[in-house]
């Protein structure tokens, strides 16, 4: 059974940077891409960016300046950066696999709270 | 941006009962349009992709319709499991993949 798990610091203050990581349980990353989405209190789910095996990326163009998704296909994991994180920025992140060759999405991880605050 | 409108906000139903939700884009995504269950602390599943098709392993109690800019999520017969959030996804072009705000099934 594929399962996917997501950990990092839960707690961050203005101006840092959070990181987290998404460890692929059950099948080798290499075949599919894969995303973080996040979910602010309160407000709808959000598109973050994706990565592929060999490092391939795109992002969301608004927050496409603070990130960056990175690949450890030794560890079978994928990593979240979100530079100069604000408050608008709490939210609970998912990792999440699309489907093969569409661009929806057809397993999700658990989700991680992080929190921004002074 | 492509702005997925879902109604309502919250729908108070009975289990047996028949369950209709809406979700409502601001252009067409022609059937590009996705669901998922999600229940508080568990990962959000896929229900229906495609507008219509159901996924691996999903009851036949739940079913999608629609094309273009209208699309429903309908359960036939609400079972007790059934009770949690219901997030439609558009996929049909990129920049980026937006999702509504969420429809709350509760008893």
């Known amino acids: 059974q594929v399962q996917l798990q997501e950990w990092g610091a839960g707690l961050l203050k203005p101006s840092e940077t959070l990181s987290l990581t998404c460890a692929v349980y059950g099948e080798s990353l290499s075949g599919s891409y894969w995303s973080w989405i996040r979910q602010p209190p309160g407000k709808r789910l959000e598109w973050i960016g994706e990565?592929?095996?060999?490092?391939?990326?795109n992002y969301n163009p608004s927050l496409k300046s603070r990130v960056t998704i990175s690949v450890d296909t030794s560890t079978n994991q994928f990593s979240l950066k979100l530079t100069s994180v604000t408050a608008a920025d709490t939210a609970v992140y998912y990792c999440?696999?699309?489907?093969?060759?569409?661009?929806?999405?057809?397993?999700w991880g658990r989700g991680t709270l992080v929190t921004v605050a002074s | 941006e492509i702005v997925m409108t879902q109604s309502p906000a919250t729908l108070s139903v009975s289990p047996g009962e028949r369950a209709t939700l809406s979700c409502r884009a601001s252009?067409?995504?022609?059937?590009?349009l996705a669901w998922y269950q999600h229940k508080p602390g568990q990962a959000p599943r896929l229900l229906i992709y495609?507008?219509?098709t159901r996924a691996t392993g999903i009851p036949v109690r739940f079913s999608g319709s629609g094309s273009g800019t209208q699309f429903f999520l309908t359960i036939s017969s609400l079972q007790s499991e059934d009770f949690a959030i219901y997030y439609c996804q558009r996929y049909n072009t990129w920049p980026s993949w937006t999702f509504g705000q969420g429809t709350k099934v509760e008893i």
């Open positions: 990565i592929n095996h060999s490092g391939n990326t």
């Open positions: 999440a696999r699309y489907a093969s060759g569409k661009w929806f999405f057809d397993l």
């Open positions: 252009q067409s995504v022609s059937t590009a």
């Open positions: 495609d507008a219509s």
